[in-house]
């Protein structure tokens, strides 16, 4: 069964960091895609961030470029989501997404599997 379990979420002031991270387990997505989406409250979920397994490409959304970076580290399966210059609006429950095809995609029904997300709160 495939688990992808988030961690690292947590309250933060404004122009801080944190990193989450996204532990696959259940099968290997060596050769697929894993994502970021974040979901505020009263909004609907949005594309944070995406890689490629194989080859490390990534993409960002347009809020995020030049603070947050997405890596993975294979031997571990597991994705991770380094952020900086944290500002409220950032403040989302973020989840982890894996699709099982070799691209990107910031479209949310692309994705086959979710994690449970992690509470991310950005205080001014």
């Known amino acids: 069964q495939v688990q992808l379990v988030e961690s690292g979420g947590g309250l933060v002031q404004a122009g801080g960091s944190l990193r989450l991270s996204c532990a696959a387990s259940?099968?290997?997505?060596?050769?697929?895609?894993m994502g970021w989406f974040r979901q505020a409250p009263g909004k609907e979920r949005e594309f944070v961030a995406a890689?490629?397994?194989?080859?490390?490409?990534?993409n960002y959304a347009d809020p995020v470029k030049g603070r947050f970076t997405i890596s993975r580290a294979n031997a571990k399966n597991t994705v991770y989501l380094q952020m900086n210059s944290l500002k409220p609006e950032d403040t989302a429950v973020y989840y982890c997404?894996?699709?099982?095809?070799?691209?990107?995609?910031?479209?949310?029904?692309?994705?086959?599997?979710w994690g449970q997300g992690t509470q991310v709160t950005v205080s001014s």
């Open positions: 259940g099968r290997t997505f060596s050769g697929y895609a």
């Open positions: 997404a894996a699709r099982l095809t070799p691209s990107i995609s910031m479209w949310t029904r692309s994705y086959d599997y």
């Open positions: 890689i490629k397994w194989s080859d490390g490409s990534t």
